[in-house]
C-alpha cells in the first residue's frame, strides 16, 4: 500500500485506487511515480490479467494535475509512462478498466482515456478543461478523444472545455456503461470477470492488434501488420488448453505466461 495510491490483488485483477481524496485525487509528482511502478508491476506479473483503476472516496476519479501543489512552486514531473502512469504506456497488452466515480477532470479524464473500457458512475463528468486555465491537454487527450469519438464530438469538447455527464459520455461513445455510484466498482469488477472468462493470451493478441492497427493506413495493411501478441499467442498453452476444453465441454484452464 502506498501513500497515494492503493493496490489490491483479487486473483488475477488488480484494483489501483487514486488514493488524495482531500484534492479530488489530484495528482502530483510523488502520486504520479506511485502509479507507474503500481502499472509496472501490473505489466511485469503474468498472474495479473486485467487492472481496474478507480478514485477514492465518492466526489472524483482525479482532477488531474495537481494545480495548487504547482501553483505553491511544486516540480512538474511525470514518469517515462505518463500521467498517472498510463498516458504514455504505449506497450501495455493488458486490459485496464477505468471505473469513474465522480470529476474525471483534465489529466484524470487523459487517464480514463487511456485505458480500454470506462466504466462511469451517473454522477461522473468528464472534460478537458486546459484552454480554459491556459494550458492544454497535453497527455493524450487532443489525440485520444477525436480517434475515439470522431472529430466534431470531439472538438466539441476540446475547443470548449466544457463538462460532460456521464449519461452524454455513453452516447458520444467512450463510456462503456453508466451505474448508479454505488454500484460502481462491482459493474467494473463484472467487466472484469467477463475479460477473465477470456485466454489472456488471446486478450493480449486482441488488444495489441486492434490498436497497432489503428496506426497502419489501411485495412489491409493492419490485418497483415506484426503483431508480437499474436506469435505468443499461437506459442501459449491457451491455443491447445481452448479447442482441448471446448472438445471436453469443460471450463479452460488458462495460462498466464
Not at 69 to 87: K, W
Not at 180 to 208: D, F, G, H, Q, Y
Amino acid at each position: 500500500m502506498g501513500e497515494f495510491c492503493t493496490v489490491t490483488r483479487e486473483d488475477h485483477l488488480l484494483v489501483v485506487t487514486i488514493n488524495r481524496p482531500e484534492v479530488m485525487n489530484a495528482l502530483h509528482p510523488a502520486a504520479n511515480f506511485e502509479l507507474a511502478a503500481a502499472f509496472d508491476d501490473f505489466a511485469a506479473d503474468p498472474e495479473l490479467w486485467v487492472a481496474i483503476i478507480t478514485g477514492a472516496g465518492d466526489r472524483a476519479f482525479s482532477t488531474g494535475n495537481d494545480l495548487v501543489f504547482q501553483a505553491r512552486g511544486g516540480a512538474i514531473e511525470v514518469p517515462p509512462s505518463g500521467f498517472g502512469g498510463l498516458t504514455n504506456r504505449f506497450d501495455l497488452v493488458k486490459p485496464v478498466i477505468a471505473a469513474v466515480n465522480g470529476y474525471a477532470m483534465g489529466g484524470g479524464f487523459e487517464i480514463a482515456l487511456a485505458c480500454d473500457l470506462i466504466i462511469a458512475s451517473d454522477n461522473a463528468v468528464f472534460a478537458l478543461p486546459e484552454p480554459r486555465v491556459g494550458l492544454a491537454a497535453l497527455a493524450g487527450g487532443m489525440h485520444r478523444l477525436p480517434r475515439q469519438i470522431g472529430l466534431k464530438a470531439a472538438m466539441g469538447m476540446l475547443l470548449t472545455g466544457r463538462r460532460v455527464p456521464a449519461q452524454e459520455g455513453k452516447e458520444l461513445g467512450f463510456v462503456n456503461e453508466v451505474v448508479p455510484a454505488a454500484e460502481l466498482m462491482a459493474a467494473a469488477r463484472r467487466w472484469a470477470a467477463l475479460i477473465l472468462e477470456c485466454a489472456p493470451s488471446s486478450i493480449r493478441a486482441t488488444k495489441e492488434s486492434a490498436l497497432r492497427g489503428l496506426e497502419q493506413p489501411g485495412l489491409e495493411a493492419a490485418m497483415l501488420g506484426n503483431y508480437p501478441s499474436v506469435g505468443a499467442m499461437f506459442m501459449s498453452r491457451n491455443f491447445r488448453e481452448g479447442p482441448r476444453a471446448f472438445a471436453e465441454k469443460r471450463k479452460p484452464n488458462w495460462a498466464g505466461e
